[in-house]
């Protein structure tokens, strides 16, 4: 019965002996799995976090977000001011001829600002930069001398024909057009003048 007893026992202290190989050899594969699974996330979410060259090449950067007309509103401005800050330093008066060239350029950025309202469809707009050309047409009448005023006489005729932009949207761009050329000339005449200001 003894021998029996031991031999039972032997077999009862083997089978633990197994399932505790066995459970042990589960908690491996799962602590395994679980370190690989965890390393896939660490990668995921290193991959994701990381911008790649590609993305980097194709950040766009505020310059090459400005539209033509944003490029030309700003460059006429900032020669209209920079001419407007000589004039004043010069103490010209009200009716001094350069003063033509101001609002002639001051013509300008209302125009353009009045085409870029018609390139987004926004009517209202359009019509009411237009009303600040004609505003600033009329106060030039008899301001500036030689070729200063025959632009702008040729630039309220042009104006005169564009009327409401809203009226004809299509008509209105094609002068419109025509009526930021046709005073582009002054760009240089302004410049001419701080320029040769400066040097002196």
Not at 12 to 34: D, E, K, N, Q, W
Not at 100 to 117: D, E, S
Request: aromatic share 4%; proline share 4%; with cysteine.
């Amino acid at each position: 019965m003894k021998h029996r007893k031991s031999r039972a026992e032997w077999a009862i202290g083997c089978l633990l002996l197994f399932l505790a190989l066995a459970i042990a050899t589960a908690g491996c594969a799962a602590g395994s799995s679980g370190q690989a699974t965890t390393t896939g996330s660490e990668a995921s979410t290193s991959l994701s976090s990381t911008p790649t060259t590609g993305q980097s090449a194709t950040t766009t950067t505020l310059p090459e977000m400005l539209s033509d007309y944003d490029r030309e509103l700003a460059k006429t401005a900032t020669i209209q001011h920079e001419l407007a800050v000589y004039l004043t330093d010069q103490q010209a008066s009200e009716d001094d001829p350069r003063m033509g060239i101001i609002y002639g350029l001051r013509a300008r950025t209302q125009a353009i600002t009045c085409r870029k309202a018609l390139s987004l469809d926004d009517l209202a707009s359009a019509d009411a930069a237009m009303k600040e050309v004609y505003v600033t047409l009329n106060v030039s009448k008899d301001i500036p001398t030689g070729t200063t005023a025959q632009a702008l006489a040729d630039a309220r005729d042009i104006a005169a024909t564009v009327g409401a932009p809203s009226d004809n949207p299509d008509q209105a761009a094609v002068l419109l057009d025509q009526f930021i050329a046709l005073l582009a000339p002054l760009l240089d005449e302004a410049t001419a003048i701080t320029g040769t200001t400066t040097s002196t």
